[in-house]
């Protein structure tokens, strides 16, 4: 699999999509006229949900490079990855909300997600592409010495 870094302006609107999205949501609970425990839920589930899609990416990117991932961490994180998805769906399904404050809701947790995803990969991505740039100069001083 052959990986090539993210580009500058791929990674900077990545995680300028990751802070609109997280700031959006948290100000939409901030502003929200709901009970506190409500807001507490709210807050749980999308930190949740960001853990655990990040876990998801990386059990996957680990299984696509060879490395070791065991089964049940695997699974782990896929029905971790879902079931925060779903307890977000059930929380405004039974939420007395305006249906357009359900749709914000859902689409700033859909981008804050999404944008933790990317990245997630962003970052290893440009893990993996680093050890290419950086051996370039070690051979360099190598071939010099022996020169």
Do not use: C
């Not at 807050?43 to 949740?48: E, F, K, P, S």
């Not at 029905?79 to 305006?98: C, E, F, Q, W």
């Amino acid at each position: 699999m052959k990986i090539q870094a993210p580009t500058k302006s791929y990674t900077l609107a990545s995680i300028v999509a990751l802070i609109i999205g997280g700031a959006a949501y948290g100000l939409g609970l901030l502003n929200a006229e709901m009970a506190l425990n409500e807001k507490g839920y709210y807050l749980a589930i999308i930190l949740y949900g960001l853990f655990s899609m990040v876990s998801l990416q990386k059990t996957i990117r680990d299984k696509a490079e060879g490395i070791s991932t065991s089964k049940i961490y695997y699974s782990l994180s896929w029905a971790s990855a879902g079931i925060s998805v779903g307890l977000l769906i059930i929380g405004l399904i039974n939420a007395d909300l305006l249906l357009s404050e359900k749709g914000f809701y859902a689409m700033a947790y859909v981008l804050s997600l999404f944008a933790a995803v990317t990245v997630q990969k962003n970052v290893r991505d440009k893990q993996a592409f680093a050890p290419a740039i950086n051996d370039t100069p070690d051979i360099l001083q190598e071939k010099q010495v022996s020169q």
